[in-house]
C-alpha cells in the first residue's frame, strides 16, 4: 500500500501570512494527489485534485503544486475562515486509497 | 443539488451487525463510483471501501476484509455498508463520497461530495 506522511502534523499561523503544507508519498503516484479541508464536526471539502487543479468554488489563494512523491499546498493569504485541518490522499491506481495523517492550522 | 445522507447510526456491542445506508440525490447515482471514509474521534481519515458506479468491482481495506461489504443499489440511488464482526476500534464517524468523474470503474479522481458522516459506536 502507498503511504502518506504529511508535514508538519500542526501549524500555528496568523491572518494574512503565507502556509505551505508537504506531503510525500511512499511511492510515485505521478500527480494523483488530491488536498481536502476539514473543519470540526464537518465532512472533509475538496479543495485541489490532480495535485494542482483548484476544484470549483475554491477560492485562488489555495494552490497545490508537485508530482511523482512529494506535493505541497499553499495557502498564499490566510483568513480566518481557513483554520482547519487538512489532508493529502492518493488515488493512484487501485484501492486502498490513503490519506495522509492531516496537518492542523492553527491560529498563532 | 448533490446530496448524500447516510443513515444506521447506532450503538452496537462487539460481534454484532449493523448496516449503513447513504442515500443520493441531484445526480445520476447509476454513473458514479462510491466510496466510504471514517474517521475515529479526534483522529485522521481512512479509506474504508468503493464500489464501482454498476457494482462489478469492489475493493475493501485491509482493516475492514472479511467483516465488512460494500454494496449499491442503484434503482433505490442508495449506496450500503454491511458490517459484521464489529470491533471496538470500528467505532467511527462514517462517511459516504462520491468519485468526481462519472463513468470511470474507480480510481485517479477525488472524491468531491461527502454525505454528513454517522457515528458508529461499538461497546459492550
Known amino acids: 500500500d502507498i503511504q502518506m506522511t504529511q508535514s508538519p502534523s500542526s501549524l500555528s499561523a496568523s491572518v494574512g501570512d503565507r502556509v505551505t503544507i508537504t506531503c510525500r508519498a511512499s511511492?510515485?503516484?505521478?500527480?494523483?494527489l488530491n488536498w481536502y479541508q476539514q473543519k470540526p464536526g464537518k465532512a472533509p471539502n475538496l479543495l485541489i485534485y490532480a495535485a494542482s487543479s483548484l476544484q470549483s468554488g475554491v477560492p485562488s489563494r489555495f494552490s497545490g503544486s508537485g508530482s511523482g512523491t512529494d506535493f505541497t499546498l499553499t495557502i498564499s493569504t490566510l483568513q480566518p475562515e481557513d483554520f482547519a485541518t487538512y489532508y493529502c490522499?492518493?488515488?493512484?491506481?487501485?484501492?486502498?486509497?490513503?490519506f495522509g495523517q492531516g496537518t492542523k492550522l492553527e491560529i498563532k | 443539488q448533490v446530496q448524500l445522507v447516510e443513515s444506521g447510526e447506532g450503538v452496537v456491542q462487539p460481534g454484532r451487525s449493523l448496516r449503513l445506508s447513504c442515500a443520493a440525490s441531484g445526480f445520476t447515482f447509476s454513473s458514479y463510483a462510491m466510496h466510504w471514509v471514517r474517521q475515529a474521534p479526534g483522529k485522521g481519515l481512512e479509506w474504508v471501501a468503493v464500489i464501482s458506479y454498476d457494482g462489478s468491482n469492489k475493493y475493501h481495506a485491509d482493516s475492514v476484509k472479511g467483516r465488512f461489504t460494500i454494496s449499491r443499489d442503484n434503482s433505490k440511488n442508495t449506496l450500503y455498508l454491511q458490517m459484521n464482526s464489529l470491533r471496538v476500534e470500528d467505532t467511527t464517524v462514517y462517511y459516504c463520497?462520491?468519485?468526481?468523474?462519472?463513468?470511470?470503474?474507480?480510481?485517479?479522481?477525488?472524491?468531491?461530495?461527502w454525505g454528513q458522516g454517522t457515528l458508529v459506536t461499538v461497546s459492550s
Open positions: 490522499q492518493q488515488t493512484y491506481s487501485t484501492p486502498p486509497y490513503t
Open positions: 511511492q510515485s503516484i505521478t500527480t494523483y
Open positions: 463520497a462520491r468519485e468526481r468523474s462519472p463513468g470511470i470503474t474507480f480510481g485517479g479522481v477525488p472524491f468531491d461530495y
